[in-house]
């Protein structure tokens, strides 16, 4: 029985050898596809996003100097 055994653990290692290699898929830069209007709206809508930060931060600004002159502190 053992032999028996070690004659087939032999062959599928020796079959598994000889095998030929599985190439490997292609990296993923060549399968992602690019739509050009999907990364449009990407960046209108990165776009609009940073907008909106911007004015945030000036109206912040804008009420801290209001704030300031209501006080009377002209220190920053």
Do not use: C, Y
């Amino acid at each position: 029985m053992s032999l028996l055994s070690g004659i087939i653990s032999g062959s599928l290692v020796a079959g598994g050898l000889q095998e030929p290699e599985v190439p490997a898929p292609p990296p993923a830069s060549v399968r992602i596809h690019r739509n050009p209007r999907k990364e449009f709206l990407i960046q209108r809508w990165n776009d609009e996003i940073a907008g909106l930060f911007r004015s945030v931060l000036r109206m912040d600004r804008q009420i801290s100097e209001f704030g300031r002159k209501i006080i009377g502190d002209t220190d920053k």
